[in-house]
């Protein structure tokens, strides 16, 4: 139905499965050609389809249905109760792929924020290694240095401490003991 007209769909024999088969749009153009008195604007697929085929029965266009004298009220009612829970069904199922949908994105979010704190740790133990060998490299540099140290230090104590020990002269043996009383 590329180019539909509401005039030649209501000059034609009208069955309920063809009202059935007719997109949303369509049905407003038939709505609006039939005069139909119910607002339509803003309502569902389900109730404009109602609408139309409540004013076709109205006026004994629709084939194979029954004349508005013999459709009780309780039936009307009854047509519109499915409607109506047609539409909080199709409602429901859209809060559910809501929900679903954004439980979706915070499970995404979770699982980002997972690998950015993943990755940060992973960073702070590089770093961590890095400053250790760091450290260590500074600690064997400065015993190296300490070591250095010590050798010149060891030469400079020998040296320092012969300058205090008295000449040891062989034909004068006592006088060497005498000075260490």
């Known amino acids: 139905m590329a180019d539909f007209k509401a005039a030649d769909f209501l000059s034609g024999n009208i069955t309920a499965t063809e009202v059935e088969k007719l997109k949303k749009k369509e049905l407003i153009l038939v709505a609006k050609e039939l005069d139909a008195e ?14 139309v085929l409540q004013a076709l ?13 013999e459709m009780t009220e309780m039936q009307f009612q009854l047509e519109m109760k499915k409607l109506e829970m047609q539409e909080r069904e199709a409602e ?4 559910y792929e ?3 949908k954004r439980k979706e994105k915070q499970k995404d979010r979770k699982e980002k924020q997972k690998d950015r704190k993943e990755k940060q740790r992973e960073h702070e133990i590089q770093l961590a290694r890095e ?18 140290e010590g050798k010149i230090s060891r030469k400079d104590q020998i040296a320092r401490s012969m300058s205090l020990v008295p000449r040891f002269d062989e034909r004068e043996v006592e006088k060497y003991f005498l000075m260490f009383e």
């Open 38 to 51: 119910l607002p339509i604007d803003g309502k569902a697929k389900a109730e404009i389809r109602a609408i």
């Open 57 to 69: 029965t109205e006026r004994s266009m629709l084939k194979g249905t029954v004349k508005p004298a």
């Open 92 to 95: 429901k199922q859209r809060e």
């Open 98 to 100: 809501r929900e679903r």
């Open 131 to 148: 400053q250790s060998e760091l450290k260590m490299r500074e600690m064997e540099k400065k015993a190296q240095l300490s070591e250095q």
